[in-house]
Nanobody
């Protein structure tokens, strides 16, 4: 099992930027698919972005062109750069990991989760 801790959330105005970080421990993430999900109040957890261990990236249509996922396996870190934030991006954002070469958009495929960090975008 790998332990995940998110940070970097906060309150920002629409159009602003935030950078989320996810620190992994317990195992190296170099052979893990890594992903970000988010969950707004009253809604299901939804896919945001994912990156495989060769650097292949996948994004939800709602964030494409605004968010960038990256990883630093030497530091055991995952990042999400969020630009041009919108009020509809408001949610708890979660880091997830799966020991697979495939990046899934279904959260059921991930068996390692952090506790989340709150992102609030005001209009």
């Amino acid at each position: 099992q790998v332990q995940l801790v998110e940070s970097g959330g906060g309150l920002v105005q629409a159009g602003g930027s935030l950078r989320l970080s996810c620190a992994a421990s317990g195992r190296t993430i170099s052979r893990y698919a890594m992903a970000w999900f988010r969950q707004a109040p009253g809604k299901e957890r939804e896919f945001v972005a994912a990156i495989n261990w060769t650097g292949g990236r996948k994004y939800a249509d709602s964030v494409k062109g605004r968010f960038t996922i990256s990883r630093d396996d030497a530091k055991n870190m995952l990042y999400l750069q969020m630009n041009s934030l919108k009020p509809e991006d408001t949610a708890v954002h979660y880091c997830a990991a799966d020991p697979s070469p495939i990046t899934y958009v279904n959260p059921a495929h991930y068996n390692n989760w952090g506790r989340g960090t709150q992102v609030t975008v005001s209009s």
